[in-house]
């Protein structure tokens, strides 16, 4: 009989701040400070920073920020059999 393991588990991360000047986006023009965060969190992967130096706002967060909180949780282990 041969098993393999799986595992899975969540985890949350907060990323250091990136400050976002509203005038230097046009697609941003005229919203309210909620109403631009909206836009931005359907958008952050596709969202290219003015002066970023990753492809999209998301990228910019994950690798060019520092992790300040990170919290693993609901971590559930598995074995399953594995058939030849």
Do not use: W
């Amino acid at each position: 009989m041969k098993i393999r393991m799986t595992k899975s588990y969540t985890t949350y991360e907060v990323y250091d701040t990136i400050e976002i000047n509203k005038e230097d986006y046009p697609e941003l023009e005229g919203m309210t400070d909620q109403e631009a965060l909206e836009y931005l969190n359907e958008n952050m992967h596709e969202m290219e920073m003015v002066g970023g130096y990753e492809s999209c706002l998301s990228d910019e967060f994950e690798f060019g920020k520092e992790v300040i909180k990170e919290k693993t949780s609901e971590e559930e282990y598995e074995l399953m059999l594995v058939e030849e």
